[in-house]
């Protein structure tokens, strides 16, 4: 695996904003939905706002802002630029837009804090998430477990901050197995059609998730995984380890749980996307970490989060963290009514 470690680097504040809107798929399971003209960084705006005005932040001192993201507001210009705009951060400003899906939060802090390192401004903001609901039909969520979200997080330059560690390893001869097969600009009805295991009533412009490919994809790799976490683990021994897995299907998930009660982790330790709640893209693991947080005594904890991301990519962060990190859940049904919103990429 690549690995990256980043020091005077610190994450001040992540807040995370769901749809108001729901729709609901079983008896007492509501699903964020966002509305037609509601878009991804209609709800990281909120977020990134929220940030901002909770903890007074100069926008001055904002010398970046990263959205990364599958669902855009337009091909161009990057939505990024909109957000930068929306949010008034000064024009000595970078900006750009990173198509990531699943694997956002941990490419979020691996870009964040490497430009946070080379900028002079104190702050980074980082925008991710994913209207997900646009790349479904509504068979996909009797049989999916998805929900729209977007999440805000900034990072600080901290002389006495711990480190932020990161491993990437990217399976790219599987990238069939994870995908939107349009959007861009190598569209073919050919390839879609000879694309198996497709779902009741998918089209071309809906997400393609292929399970027996993500399982052969990943099984290979739960050793050298294993062996990261145990070292990413061995860094921060006086605090007590949390484990977030997002490998976005259960039975890869209840797998490496399995392996990891085995190295000799506690299971109560261990905590798997399929068991917490909704699969919300990259905004899962924010709400992951809210949920555990909410319900730990200690003040500060060492938190360990895998994700699988299109590519394919496995992403790993290791980072310390304490309740007051993590805001509480926002729900809005606000949209920008500058412009327009299309779902025909």
């Not at 600080?156 to 711990?162: I, R």
Request: proline share 3%.
């Amino acid at each position: 695996m690549r690995n990256f470690n980043y020091n005077r680097v610190k994450i001040v504040s992540i807040a995370t904003v769901l749809p108001a809107n729901n729709i609901q798929v079983y008896p007492q399971i509501d699903v964020a939905f966002a509305l037609a003209e509601q878009t991804t960084s209609d709800l990281g705006f909120l977020a990134a706002q929220e940030i901002i005005k909770k903890l007074n932040i100069d926008k001055k001192e904002i010398g970046a802002l990263v959205f990364l993201s599958k669902t855009p507001d337009y091909r161009g210009p990057a939505t990024a630029m909109v957000l930068q705009n929306r949010l008034g951060i000064p024009q000595n400003c970078i900006a750009y837009d990173s198509p990531t899906g699943n694997g956002g939060f941990e490419n979020a802090l691996n870009i964040g804090a490497a430009l946070l390192n080379s900028i002079e401004q104190n702050y980074m903001l980082l925008v991710f998430g994913d209207t997900v609901s646009k790349q479904l039909n509504d068979q996909d969520f009797l049989d999916l477990n998805f929900q729209d979200g977007a999440t805000a997080v900034l990072l600080e330059k901290n002389d006495n901050s711990s480190d932020i560690k990161l491993a990437f390893l990217t399976k790219s001869k599987h990238w069939k197995s994870f995908m939107v097969p349009s959007g861009g600009f190598r569209e073919s009805q050919r390839f879609f059609h000879d694309l198996y295991s497709k779902r009741v009533e998918q089209k071309i412009e809906h997400l393609h998730i292929n399970n027996g490919l993500l399982e052969e994809a990943l099984k290979p790799e739960f050793k050298q995984l294993l062996q990261k976490v145990n070292e990413f683990s061995s860094f921060h021994t006086g605090k007590k380890t949390l484990i977030l897995v997002n490998l976005l299907l259960s039975t890869i998930e209840e797998q490496f749980k399995f392996e990891l009660i085995q190295s000799g982790f506690e299971i109560n330790s261990i905590f798997l996307q399929s068991e917490t709640g909704l699969q919300a893209m990259s905004a899962t693991t924010p709400l992951m970490l809210e949920n555990i947080l909410n319900n730990l005594i200690e003040n500060e904890n060492h938190i360990i989060s895998i994700s699988l991301g299109e590519g394919l990519s496995i992403n790993i962060a290791s980072f310390l963290t304490h309740e007051s990190l993590v805001q509480k859940t926002i729900y809005s049904n606000s949209f920008y009514d500058d412009g327009f919103v299309t779902h025909e990429m």
